[in-house]
């Protein structure tokens, strides 16, 4: 007698029964797999607090409880009911400089971050597709941005314009920072072209940007994701030392504006925590956050990873076990023979 799927108790050597197959309608696994992204608790986390963020970004200098620039007697004041994060030595609420420089931080690296990935994109995917001369051409440009210090470049670029803004210093970012990941992106595009379904495409007379856009790119949006993150990221910091060592406008606030006001006047020297401390936080926490969700990217797309994380399940007998990476299900033989024991106890 052939023993149905369903009915053949699997295990994990050494590891006792695993969890029988889930019998679970295909809609409701479809529904699973759409929303594991956004289930998985690393990127859930990421996404609440990156939300806080461009809500404070939005509504910041309307919910702000002082004008930032408002310069009062109150001065080098340590937290407290009245101001929450303190003052500065000119009697300047902390918390509404922090609040208002939110919208400078979150614009420069989201917009850093999109320029830069549709550099990335369009070099990197046209590059590894094509192939030959458009190919050299592209990497050696690639190359060429690889090996600048982009910091230097950026600090260059800044000091040479008459006028530095939020958008300027967003573009040049975004300019300069785009090399890295048109090197992922084109040695993965290199693999991807080889592919079948991207030989049947072709056989087919599909268009090349239909091929791009339609084959390789949907396979290629984790990395692009990421590479998305880790330039928002790096645009973050940059824009944060920029204000820092005075090179960007200092009458504009932003986390950095508020650590280069601390630094000139002395605010360790002072014992004013306060006016360094918070904005130290918020970097940090936001970049946390930005962390955060690229590790969930990654646990969305490896599949070692996707399930090491599912949790533990129930097998046949109750008992909870845990799925693990590198661990294969087999069948429990019952004799030398090659018997299959069944759910029920008996041999087939």
């Known amino acids: 007698m ?19 197959p889930d019998a679970a309608p295909a809609g409701k696994k479809a529904k699973r797999k759409r929303f594991r ?29 002082y004008d930032p620039d408002k310069i009062t007697s109150e001065v080098i004041q340590a937290p407290s009911a009245k101001h929450w994060f303190g003052t500065t030595h000119l009697g300047q609420d902390i918390f509404s400089q922090l609040l208002a420089g939110t919208r400078s931080v979150v614009f420069v690296g989201a917009v850093a971050g999109i320029v830069a990935t549709i550099l990335s994109v369009l070099v990197g995917v046209t590059a590894g597709y094509l192939g ?29 314009l008459p006028h530095v803004n939020d958008l300027t210093v967003a573009l040049v970012i975004g ?86 006001w601390a630094q000139g006047q002395q605010a360790l020297a002072q014992g004013a925590w306060w006016w360094f401390v918070p904005a130290g936080l918020a970097i940090a926490i ?16 490896s599949p070692r990873l996707r399930t090491s994380g599912q949790g533990p399940k129930r097998t046949s007998t109750g008992e909870r076990v845990r799925m693990k990476v590198g661990f294969t299900p087999v069948i429990r033989p019952v004799e030398p023979t090659g018997n299959i024991q069944m759910k029920d106890g008996a041999e087939r």
């Open 37 to 65: 992204f956004i289930a998985n608790g690393k990127s859930a986390t990421g996404l609440v607090i990156l939300a806080i963020y461009v809500l404070f970004a939005i509504i910041g200098p309307w919910v702000a409880p």
């Open 175 to 260: 300019l300069t920072s785009w090399s890295w990941g048109s090197r992922v992106l084109r040695a993965q595009t290199l693999s991807l072209r080889r592919r079948d379904y991207v030989d049947a495409a072709r056989a087919t007379g599909e268009k090349t940007w239909r091929i791009i856009f339609f084959e390789i790119l949907p396979n290629l949006t984790a990395i692009i994701a990421s590479g998305f993150i880790g330039t928002v990221i790096y645009a973050v910091l940059s824009e944060i030392t920029l204000a820092f060592i005075g090179i960007s406008s200092v009458s504009s606030w932003n986390w950095g504006t508020i650590l280069f």
């Open 132 to 160: 030959g001369i458009a190919d050299e051409i592209l990497s050696v440009l690639s190359n060429v941005f690889l090996v600048i210090p982009g910091l230097l470049l950026i600090i260059i670029i800044c000091t040479s």
């Open 2 to 20: 052939t023993a149905t799927p369903s009915s053949i108790e699997q295990v994990i050597p050494g590891q006792g029964a695993m969890a029988q």
């Open 286 to 301: 936001l970049g946390t956050a930005l962390s955060l969700v690229n590790f969930g990217i990654d646990e969305f797309v």
